[in-house]
Nanobody, 122 residues
Framework: QVQLVESGGGLVQAGGSLRLSCAASGRTFSNYAMGWFRQAPGKEREFVAVINWSGGSTAYADSVKGRFAISRDNAKKTVSLQMNSLKTEDTAVYYC???????????????WGQGTQVTVSS
């Protein structure tokens, strides 16, 4: 079992930056790939970024590539999402999630946090 708690969301102007963090509980955090997903009002939840168990592999949605960076600290059981050059279309609830496999597919993630709101104003 893995429990996840996100933090770091808020209101930021377009062009600004935010750093999201996700704290995990459980002894097997390093066994999981960790992903970030987001859901905007009226839209389906979508993939944002993923990092494998060691941090050696990452992948990003095309819409955030070059602006967002995912990282993890297995000793601290945390995963972070650094978001730069934010756009109004990045406004959404952001979720971290854990999967036994390194994947961009939402259905493969068994554990989810409660989400944190990110609002980007123009």
């Amino acid at each position: 079992q893995v429990q996840l708690v996100e933090s770091g969301g808020g209101l930021v102007q377009a062009g600004g930056s935010l750093r999201l963090s996700c704290a995990a509980s459980g002894r097997t955090f390093s066994n999981y790939a960790m992903g970030w997903f987001r859901q905007a009002p009226g839209k389906e939840r979508e993939f944002v970024a993923v990092i494998n168990w060691s941090g050696g592999s990452t992948a990003y949605a095309d819409s955030v590539k070059g602006r967002f960076a995912i990282s993890r600290d297995n000793a601290k059981k945390t995963v972070s999402l650094q978001m730069n050059s934010l756009k109004t279309e990045d406004t959404a609830v952001y979720y971290c999630a854990a999967s036994r496999i390194y994947t961009i597919h939402l259905r493969e993630y068994a554990y989810w946090g409660q989400g944190t709101q990110v609002t980007v104003s123009s």
